[in-house]
């Protein structure tokens, strides 16, 4: 009795621990880590090498990884492009994806997930709309895809919002994609077993586009962005590394101290000769850049598809071939691509004409989402959810984030903590070791 008695205590202390930790999957893939402005994959320098994945498009919002007959199709062409990464914009977080996930491990893929959907979103139409947007149900949704693919060891990185700002008037959604980008990270570091890199992708908007790169790398560490990225279509064949400015942005975004990346990349004004790989993945950008996703892999109805999608089956069109070819001529740069190690965080824009963010404060998070932290989110609301949008309890308050100094390191420093010190094991085993002791010590003064 006494043995069992001992056991129990011990089961009992032990449980908590494991209990609020989203277990690792297996696989072969090792994850993606932040080392100042770069990804790494252990010692080496890891590129973004991809495609947007969405067949079908926004307005289907359907799951591409649960249409598993779809992905070993397609996975068949990502083997072709050489590619390493493949973005999803929607996901449905209701569902297992262990099958999914695998068969991109076993492809040696990584993915870079949008953690919102259509109905689970900022609403920007109206900086009404926009607080109303920001509540407890919203954050129950992306803190359930968060719980839903932390474990897998090829998620990449979350994406807390996509082109929010799209225009040079509606900058006032900054600060509420910032307090989303907070709240993911928080999440991440009470609930995920390792760091996952949380940060934004950006409309390239000639107007802001520099001070969005300013302001969601400015403040504290736990408000501050993993990495900065931007869908960019500013090379249009035929071009080059001047005529098409990237050398003009590689020089103006070179003391920023997290990874920088195209989250979109490739004009379609002209034929897509895919020019920009050359650059992309040269020296020319390597120590300022993290490589790129090429938009997109199925034709829509904006046509800058890769492949054709007709009744399951898929054709490969001339911008695939020419891509193969771009991808298999230009490799990475020779060891670490001359990234930079340390940095500081940039300091936040001031407003003006184009910018109407008066002052950094951002919202505090909504009262009943504080409870996901130590609860967990639940199960998802998936892609038959009635939405978000004008539902749950909102913001009551604003905060302004510390702005003292910040050195590099993004998720590294930002999120995990500890958890993140020991890959396979998700508690620290010096952790358990004073659990056990400590049981033991006290099932012994029970005797």
Known sequence: MKSFAVLAALAAAITPAFSSIIPRQSGKLKPVTLKGNAFFVEDKRFYVRGVAYQPGGAADAADPLLDIPGLKRDIANFKKLGINTIRIYTIDNSEDHDEGM?????????????????????????????????????????????????????????????????????????????????????????????????????????????????????????????????????????????????????????????????????????????????????????????????????????????????????????????????YKKQKDPQGDGGFKQNGVASKCPPADNEWEVENNEIPTIPEPAKAFFSKGAGKGPGLSGAGSHFAGETSTSTVTPAAGPSSTGGAQNSTGGDKGAAPSVPVPMYFMGMIVASVVFGAALIV
């Open 102 to 326: 695998k068969l991109l491990d076993d492809a040696g893929i990584y993915l870079a997930l949008d953690a919102n959907t259509p109905k689970y979103s900022l609403n920007r139409e109206t900086p009404a709309t926009l607080h109303r947007s920001y509540n407890d149900e919203y954050l129950q949704s992306v803190f359930a895809t968060v719980d839903a693919f932390a474990g897998y060891n090829n998620l990449l990185l979350f994406f807390s919002g996509n082109e929010v700002i799209n225009m040079k008037n509606n900058t006032v959604a900054a600060p509420y994609i910032k307090a989303v980008t907070r709240d993911m990270k928080q999440y991440i570091k009470e609930r995920a077993s390792r760091p996952i890199p949380v940060g934004y992708s950006a409309a390239d908007v000639a107007e802001n586009i520099n001070q969005q790169a300013l302001y969601f790398d400015c403040g504290s560490d736990d408000t501050r962005a993993d990495f900065f990225a931007f869908n960019d279509y500013s090379w249009c064949d035929p071009s080059s590394f001047t005529l098409s400015g990237w050398d003009k942005k590689v020089e103006l975004y070179k003391d920023y101290p997290v990874p920088i990346f195209l989250s979109e990349f490739g004009c379609i004004t002209n034929k897509r000769e895919w020019n920009e790989i050359s650059a992309l993945y040269s020296t020319q950008m390597s120590a300022v850049y993290s490589g790129g996703l090429v938009y997109e892999y199925t034709v829509e109805p904006n046509k800058f598809g890769l492949v054709e999608l007709v009744n399951g089956e898929v054709k490969t069109n001339d911008d695939f071939d020419r891509l193969v070819d771009a």
